[in-house]
């Protein structure tokens, strides 16, 4: 195919009928994608279509996945450095095609280095508006909320970012359903109190009021991840919070020791392996002093906290939690909800929930949340 000599190069602080997915700066240019599910998306009536990306990473690969009208088309690792690539081409130039990509990896505490731009566009057309959808969800998890294990074959074990997809994921799905926009704010391995190894800093709660506050480095200081973030530009219907697996999993894992203070936490196990009441409490503390901030920022969202695709453990505890905040503060916009659990033939990769999992989880979950949009 010869090349195009009709395409034109715009950075996208220049672009006017952009819709940017994800919580974010308000800079674009360039535009940093944080979050799992972050992107941009475009309706683009042209026949080529590249995009200028630029990546860096010391350990954990970003990749991503390309929508066009809907249906995902490719996915791919980005390797480091600053380049193009291009979207699609040899299209009909006469129709407008819904493009979204989309970030398929979460944001990598572990990987100070690891960040994801996007520059410019370069194509042969015109852009036009994105149509709003009608809700906004706001989905707050761990592991399962990224996506971890959701693609892949089930013998899968490594800790590598192939295996993460916002895609083929019950947040994605649960939008679709309900026709909604979507974020999310996910880390593996993190909790309400702290993280399935007992870490008490690997909570994400503590971090919720910044734009990415999780992430390290001096990289994402410059990049703005830890500036507060503007909650009255982007304000949920619904808000799902999915937090509670790795919190059961810490009364399962050593004690967590500071290597500098020698502090150390441990959620205990009594005697006869039960979970400890007190430390119980702790948990039921923190989450409800969650709902107090998600309420502090979020008025008018219904809360949904729904739990329960690797296991109940922390049910009766997360139930204590909500009662108890309802009772104190008459917030009677917060429920419980009980997803399903994974089985031998819906789990996927590294033993957490594989797509037929997250379909079924959406399924349900969608059915649930839609009594509360009915009424905007």
Same mark, same amino acid.
């Given at each position: ?200 800093? @690997? /909570?994400? &709660? $503590?971090?919720?009021?910044? =734009?990415? +506050?999780?992430?390290?480095?001096? %990289?994402?200081?410059?990049? *703005? ?25 810490? @009364? /399962?894992? &050593? $004690?967590?020791?500071?290597? =500098?203070? +020698?502090?150390?936490?441990?959620? %205990?196990?009594?005697?006869? *392996? ?36 690797? +296991? ?65």
């Amino acid at each position: 195919m010869k090349e195009n000599t009709n395409l034109k190069v715009q950075p996208l602080y220049n672009i006017e009928n952009l819709k940017v997915h994800g919580r974010t700066t308000n800079s674009l240019s360039p535009l940093v994608l944080f979050w799992t599910g972050s992107g941009i998306e475009l309706n683009a009536k042209s026949s080529e279509l590249w995009i200028e990306f630029e990546v860096d990473y010391d350990l954990y690969e970003p990749w991503i996945s390309v929508l066009i009208n809907s249906v995902p088309v490719s996915r791919q690792m980005l390797t480091a450095g600053r380049y193009w690539i291009c979207i699609f081409r040899g299209m009909n130039e006469n129709t407008v095609k819904n493009i979204r990509i989309i970030r398929d990896v979460q944001a990598m505490n572990g990987d100070p280095n690891c960040s994801l731009q996007i520059h410019a566009l370069k194509f042969d057309g015109e852009l036009y508006p994105v149509e709003e959808k009608p809700y906004k969800l706001e989905f707050i998890g761990d592991s399962i909320t990224s996506g971890e294990g959701a693609i892949g074959a089930k013998a899968e074990e490594d800790w590598i970012s192939m295996w993460f997809s916002s895609i083929k994921n019950y947040t994605a799905i649960t939008a679709e359903a309900l026709n909604a926009e979507y974020r999310i704010i996910s880390q593996s391995g993190w909790g309400v109190l702290s993280s399935w190894d007992n870490n008490p800093h @690997f /909570n994400i &709660p $503590e971090y919720y009021e910044k =734009v990415c +506050g999780l992430l390290t480095g001096e %990289k994402n200081v410059a990049l *703005g991840a830890f500036k507060e973030n503007d909650f009255n530009s982007w304000q949920p219907d619904i808000i799902i919070v999915n937090l509670g697996t790795n919190d059961g999993g810490a @009364f /399962n894992s &050593p $004690e967590w020791k500071d290597s =500098v203070t +020698g502090e150390t936490f441990k959620q %205990k196990l009594n005697e006869d *392996g039960s979970y400890n009441e007190e430390d119980l409490k702790a948990f039921e503390t923190a989450a409800e002093n969650f709902l107090i901030k998600l309420r502090k920022y979020n008025k008018t969202a219904h809360i949904v906290w729904a739990y329960g695709m690797l +296991g109940l453990s922390m049910m009766p505890s997360i139930n204590r939690a909500v009662d108890s905040y309802i009772k104190r503060t008459g917030d009677k916009k917060v429920s419980v909800f009980q997803l399903p659990n994974t089985t031998n033939e819906t789990v996927g990769a590294r033993s957490h929930p594989g797509e037929l999992s997250h379909k079924k989880a959406a399924a349900e979950l969608a059915d649930y949340i839609s009594q509360f949009l009915t009424t905007k």
